[in-house]
């Protein structure tokens, strides 16, 4: 029979590697974490690079869908009250169009309607986070202003044409804003402000050109109705917009789950191998403790 020379220098290399392995199954079941470098499991390193790379991606969009859904509200709720603004407008304008008014009457509803011409630009220059919501890509100076050196006052606008959009992670494209010019002065009978000035000084002498001034009612109304299909856009894109949010917060749910799973130690699976691991390096002490000194006492013999 042959007797490996070696045997206990195996015997120490084999307590080397269980302690090594002891000391190891020690820090994950304190950490939690069962993969803390590349060379442990390559391939769930890789895969956990990707699915962080995912949740990156996914907190991205919605830290930016929420803000795009703030502007989006801001933008309705500005909306929502120039329909209101407009609608009364239309009520004064009919009463004054009716003839039973006096002069003083009139240039009441001229003064009224002027407050609420006033009250529309600065709807139309509203501000979200320090930036004008309705200046297409123009956002850092209010868009509308109004000369009255004419009669009737010219409003202006100083933005731009452009259409801002975001894009989801599954590519499609959701609307961020619509620019002002394309709301409040949509050409011809959908200009509000042209129509609101038009009322201004259709009653500001306290007379009243009854053609005149219906035809600028019915081109107010025609203004209101446009408005309101512009604020249909907008909520459409909010909708979309809080869909697709819900949509990627599921998701994120998900891949958090699947890189926790991942990654995190089976803590029950580690704590019995953690005791496996101990009870082999106390066995494997005690053998080389035996053979050191069995070793000992035959040299002592010779």
Known sequence: MRVDPNYLSNLAN?????????QQLTSELSSG????????DPVASGENVL???QIQQDDSFTETSSMVTGQLQVADSAL?????????????????NNGTMNASNVKAISAQVAGILDEVQSLANTSYQGQYI???SQTG??????????????????????????????GQKIQMNVPGDQIFLGGGTNSVFGALNALVADYSGGTVNTAQAVSDTTALSSALNYV??????IDNSINRLTDASGAIGSQQTQLTGAQS??????????????????TQQTALEDVIAQLSSASNDLFSKL
């Open 14 to 22: 084999s307590l080397d590697l269980v302690q090594s392995n002891e």
């Open 33 to 40: 974490v069962r993969v803390t470098s590349l060379g442990q």
């Open 141 to 170: 100076a209010a868009p509308f202003s109004t000369s009255t050196g004419a009669s009737p006052a010219v409003t202006t606008y100083s933005g731009d044409a452009n259409i801002d959009y975001l894009e989801l992670p599954n």
């Open 261 to 278: 799973n991942l990654m995190q130690a089976d803590v029950a699976h580690v704590s019995t191998q953690l005791s496996l691991a101990e």
């Open 134 to 136: 309705f200046g297409g």
């Open 51 to 53: 699915l962080l790379n």
């Open 80 to 96: 929502g009250s120039v329909v209101s603004q407009l609608t009364q407008a239309i009520a004064l304008a009919t009463s004054a």
């Open 228 to 233: 309101s299909q512009q604020r249909v856009a």
